[in-house]
């Protein structure tokens, strides 16, 4: 069974720009998370997604935003960038709610 | 709102020792615990998870944790440790209180294991 695809892998933005980053689930996954890791405050959670509907958010500006389609693929997008989105950002998977996540390789944000 | 502290930031073990990593948790009730781990340019890897019930679990990799109630912990514990356990390993919390809610983890700071040879 495929993991969790995370595209793309590296990216580098200026500040002001937009970004959109994609995360494919594990087939048969329903609910798909994503977290912010960043060497200061960590991992923290940005919203889930469940049968594209967003079932939970973290505390985040509303620059942050995601979706997910009818096939569970997800995709997050971050308008305006500053430096300080600068991160590696987390897509994860779940057949369940209990917290046992799948976690793609991170889509790795830089900020100019 | 929930928190998780892991105390030890970097932990040093030689190869063949045992190792034990901490971790509170600040939360209303009983919460989902976990253990995730992290090697280097990698995602997280789920090592092991409480729900309820036997407090001792086991996970992947020899890995096992210990729930404790009275403390608010579950630390981590591995009796001989293999250079391929160096990497960043996470504690979390999952809310069991609000409907639906269940895969919101709240992660500690992490801790990293150097294993020497």
């Known amino acids: 069974k495929a993991g969790v695809t995370q595209t793309p892998r590296y990216l580098i933005k200026t500040r002001g720009q937009q970004v959109t980053l994609s995360c494919s689930p594990i087939s048969g996954h329903r609910s798909v998370s994503w977290y912010q890791q960043t060497p200061g405050q960590g991992l923290q959670f940005l919203f889930e997604?469940?049968?594209?509907?967003?079932?939970n958010k973290g505390n985040f500006p509303g620059r942050f935003s995601g979706r997910q389609f009818s096939n569970s693929r997800s995709e997050m997008n971050v308008s305006t960038l500053e430096l300080g989105d600068s991160a590696l950002y987390l897509c994860a998977s779940s057949p369940t709610q209990t917290g046992e996540l799948f976690f793609g390789e991170g889509s790795r944000l830089t900020v100019l | 709102a929930q928190s998780v502290t892991q105390p030890d930031i970097h932990i040093t073990v030689s190869e063949g020792a045992s190792l034990e990593l901490r971790c509170n948790y600040s939360?209303?009730?009983?919460?989902?615990l976990f253990w995730y781990v992290q090697s280097p340019g990698q995602g997280l890897q789920l090592l092991l998870k409480?729900?309820?019930?036997?407090?001792l679990v086991q996970g992947i990799k020899g890995f096992e944790a210990e729930f404790k109630r009275s403390q608010s912990s579950f630390n981590l514990r591995k009796p001989s440790v293999h250079w391929s356990d160096a990497a960043e390993y996470f504690c979390a919390v999952g809310e069991t209180m609000i409907k639906a809610a269940g895969n919101k983890l709240t992660f500690g700071g992490g801790t990293r294991v150097l294993v020497k040879p």
């Open positions: 939360y209303g009730a009983t919460p989902y």
């Open positions: 409480y729900f309820s019930g036997d407090t």
């Open positions: 997604y469940f049968s594209e509907t967003q079932r």
